[in-house]
T-cell receptor, first 113, second 113 residues
Framework: ELKVEQNPLFLSMQEGKNYTIYCNYS?????LYWYRQDPGKSLESLFV?????AVKQEGRLMASLDTKARLSTLHITAAVHDLSATYFC?????????????FGKGTKLSVIP | DAGVTQSPTHLIKTRGQQVTLRCSPK?????VSWYQQALGQGPQFIFQ???????QRGNFPDRFSGHQFPNYSSELNVNALLLGDSALYLC????????????FGQGTRLTVV
């Protein structure tokens, strides 16, 4: 059974600073997803990482995947207030007929001026 | 493209009642998954429907049931509601096989009193 752990669960950072959110998973995951959720809203897809060494960047966010370490990171560069949200990573494993996404508990990010 | 749409957006039910939530998938998508997100937690997989059949189920009791219609839309039914069923219910749609990216609807906020 795939398990996903994120840390930290809460992150308060100043505008302009850099930080990294970590996502560890327990068994083989052939896809790793990052989502953003604003309060009371749905999940917005940020990145889909498919293979070892994959790196994707969008604006101030960069995600990477290390399948050997079973680790994905979401790096935030020069944070701005608009990035305040909860960020989830989720893994999926299509083997043995499994189709579900398994989510971490989320990292609540607050960017303060 | 309307994306994934869910109805209603909010509802309040009394313990013991039954509720039906509805989801229309994104155009071109034939697979619908349902997730329950309790406050402050990551989404938990309830089940997935493909070709009008339940393809996979998470760790939820039989009080949770679903249906998929020929037009790929789906319903989630919950019987004998408990206070603990209060949550945001998210529908996600995707295409066919495992590994295709899931897109989430805006969710239905269910409150059980």
């Amino acid at each position: 059974e795939l398990k996903v752990e994120q840390n930290p669960l809460f992150l308060s950072m100043q505008e302009g600073k850099n930080y990294t959110i970590y996502c560890n998973y327990s068994t083989t995951s052939d896809r790793l997803y990052w989502y953003r959720q604003d309060p009371g809203k749905s999940l917005e897809s940020l990145f889909v990482l498919l293979s070892n060494g994959a790196v994707k960047q969008e604006g101030r966010l960069m995600a990477s995947l290390d399948t050997k370490a079973r680790l994905s990171t979401l790096h935030i560069t020069a944070a701005v207030h608009d990035l305040s949200a909860t960020y989830f990573c989720a893994g999926s494993y299509s083997g043995a007929g499994s189709y579900q996404l398994t989510f971490g508990k989320g990292t609540k990010l607050s960017v303060i001026p | 493209d309307a994306g994934v749409t869910q109805s209603p957006t909010h509802l309040i039910k009394t313990r013991g009642q039954q509720v039906t939530l509805r989801c229309s998938p994104k155009s071109g998508h034939d697979t619908v998954s349902w997730y329950q997100q309790a406050l402050g937690q990551g989404p938990q997989f309830i089940f997935q429907y493909y070709e009008e059949e339940e393809r996979q189920r998470g760790n939820f009791p039989d009080r949770f049931s679903g249906h998929q219609f020929p037009n790929y839309s789906s319903e989630l039914n919950v019987n004998a509601l408990l206070l603990g069923d209060s949550a945001l219910y998210l529908c996600a749609s995707s295409r066919g096989g495992a590994g295709f990216e899931a897109f989430f609807g805006q969710g239905t906020r269910l409150t059980v009193v």
